[in-house]
């Protein structure tokens, strides 16, 4: 049984596309952000039950804490206001057995408390060869919405550099052929992709595996569902962090960087004698969070409870 904690019944449906296969012992409550949260009555009553949670804290919010219910809410001002109250409350006088959260930090998982991230549910692409690797077409490519303003920084960066190296990058997915075609030097190429514009995502896919690197900026949140689109075929490039994942992503099987210093990084990683292994490792990574092996795992963390 799933409840969600919005009565209006809102939640983040890419999240949902998980929630909705796990095998439950006890029922899920569900709790993503809305600006418009009413708290579900359906949950008076509950006892033993498992709380996922999938809520952002805004792109320039800084976590130095895990936002926990019914402990530290009133640190989260977009949570403690309104029934978001009404919802604390409740988990503090009826906590959880077991806490799934997507912004956690590793200094706060514990036995009760577990990482969580977006499903990968894109189809499986072959490991290229060494050689088909290093033969890519294009050395860098990203898609990117405005969820955080530091994409915008970037892809202003990645023109900036350019200009600085006398390459052309490319920003327009209608012209990438031919731009392939008919550029010389290096291959750059920044996609805005806003919500009114969006493209199927297996089009982006055959960039995206013709790329060396993909990078993967957080959004409103930082784990988004690009990070589990990026490694499907090209090594990852995002942000170095501290928080929690059910399974790492560290420097064997991505590429890390710090914030300010993403083109300087980029740079090194093409350079990076590594980078076929990274490719590799990466791959296998994600694989890991197709529902068909990341299931059993949070099944496994529910039945032990």
């Not at 976590?63 to 530290?72: A, M």
């Not at 109250?85 to 503090?92: A, E, L, M, P, R």
């Not at 075929?233 to 170095?240: A, R, T, Y």
């Amino acid at each position: 049984m799933i409840i969600v904690a919005n009565k209006t019944g809102e939640v983040d449906s890419a999240y949902h596309s998980l929630v909705k296969h796990i095998n439950s012992k006890y029922p899920i409550v569900m709790v993503s952000w809305s600006e418009n949260f009413v708290f579900n009555d359906a949950l008076l009553g509950l006892k033993d039950y498992v709380l996922i949670c999938f809520c952002e804290y805004g792109w320039d919010f800084k976590i130095i804490d895990t936002h926990i219910w019914g402990k530290n809410s009133e640190q989260f001002k977009r949570y403690y206001q309104s029934d978001w109250i009404k919802f604390d409350n409740w988990v503090k006088e009826n906590p959880p057995k077991i806490l799934f959260k997507r912004e956690l930090l590793k200094k706060d998982v514990s036995e009760t408390v577990k990482p969580i991230e977006y499903p990968c549910i894109l189809p499986i692409c072959n490991i290229q060869t060494r050689g088909e690797f290093n033969n890519r077409p294009i050395n860098v490519f990203q898609y990117w919405g405005r969820s955080n303003e530091n994409r915008i920084r970037i892809h202003g960066e990645i023109w900036k550099h350019a200009f600085e190296k006398g390459f052309q990058p490319c920003d327009n997915i209608y012209y990438i052929n031919n731009y392939l075609a008919e550029e010389k030097g290096e291959k750059w190429i920044t996609l805005w992709m806003p919500h009114w514009a969006r493209v199927e995502m297996s089009n982006l896919l055959v960039f995206n595996g013709g790329s060396k690197l993909s990078l993967s900026w957080s959004g409103a949140g930082f784990k988004c569902f690009r990070t589990m689109e990026s490694p499907v075929n090209s090594v990852m490039v995002m942000h170095n962090n501290n928080f929690s994942w059910s399974f790492d992503w560290d420097e064997t099987n991505c590429i890390l960087s710090d914030n300010g210093t993403e083109i300087e990084t980029i740079e090194l990683a093409l350079k990076n004698e590594n980078l076929y292994d990274i490719y590799v490792n990466g791959m296998l990574n994600v694989n890991k969070y197709r529902l068909e092996n990341y299931l059993p795992h949070i099944e496994k963390l529910i039945n032990e409870r």
